[in-house]
């Protein structure tokens, strides 16, 4: 997990939360910031056995505390990312990497060329 939220660009934020069984996980969350504003949001969720992760449509108004699932989040290549049966470490490294990728790729990509920055 430390890997994951090692203090450098892109930071990211956590929320703790507890599916209806008890299991817990986290959601993880990059805003991308230009100009004063959110432009995109990028999201994932942890539980120490899977991730899952992709843009959030409302910037987690409406999808934060929700899994990715049942938020209808697009976590299939090429932006998104869904990975299970690993060790923690292995899916906190994927992770980090997905989010640094994004982070990278966010300057020339289409999806901040729609703000017309």
């Known amino acids: 997990m430390q890997r994951l939220l090692v203090d450098r660009p892109p930071y990211l934020d956590v929320w703790l939360h507890t599916d209806a069984d008890g299991r817990p996980w986290m959601l993880i969350a990059m805003d991308v910031i230009e100009g004063g504003a959110i432009r995109d949001t990028l999201r ?15 910037f987690l108004n409406g999808d934060g505390g929700v899994r990715a699932a049942a938020a209808n989040i697009p976590t299939g290549p090429p932006e998104g990312i869904e990975l299970g049966s690993r060790p923690p470490a292995e899916l906190a490294a994927a992770a980090r ?3 640094d990728e994004h982070y990278r790729q966010w300057p020339s990509s289409a999806r901040r060329a729609r703000w017309k920055l």
């Open 44 to 58: 994932l969720d942890f539980d120490g056995d899977s991730i899952a992760g992709g843009w959030s449509p409302y």
């Open 97 to 99: 990497a997905w989010f």
